[in-house]
């Protein structure tokens, strides 16, 4: 199949206007973690933008330190896919505790950042954009049109770079595969 990119989703729907926002239920974490997926997947674009201007702007101010958090990250996060596929305890730890194993990537990142003397840049250029997506996607309730889009993308009919890196991540939503099957026996009936 091949990978698609989401449309940039109106800013009156993604920030204001139209867009409602809510508390999410911290002690529901699987309602959450199923909010917070959902969303990364329908404003991928939306989000992007964001953290593309968020990187454009320290990136202007420390474009050295910049690039080299970018590749540290980058090159974290890329040992990190490879290892948890060729080691089945990492790979097992990655699908038990997901949220666990992305905050591990972030921390190692920092540890290495401080060595190289670029944490201020790290947690600006790198950390700001993913934390300003994630509390994002924790506050904006779900629409209609986001959860067609995300059921569309769980059965297969579509694929998206951050349905890509949602998988790898191991972040798959579990109510999607539960709808697919239910689309499959109603279609054996």
Known sequence: MEVQFAPLRPWDDFLSGSARFARPDFNDLAKWNN??????????????????????????????????????VVLV????LLVSENKAVIGNFKRQYPTSFVLIILVVS???????GGVMVF?????????????????RLRNLKNKLENKMEGIGLKKTPMGIL??????????IAKIADLLANRSKD
């Open 35 to 72: 909010r917070v997926v959902s969303n990364l997947l329908y404003y991928q674009s939306n989000y992007l933008v964001t953290a593309v201007t968020v990187l454009l702007l320290v990136g202007f101010m420390q474009p050295l330190q910049m690039i080299l958090g970018g590749a540290v």
């Open 77 to 80: 996060f890329t040992g990190s």
């Open 110 to 116: 920092h540890f290495l950042m401080s060595l190289f």
């Open 123 to 139: 947690l600006f250029g790198i950390a700001l954009p993913l934390v300003l997506i994630f509390i994002h996607s924790s506050l």
């Open 166 to 175: 949602v998988d790898a991540l191991g972040q798959e939503q579990e109510n």
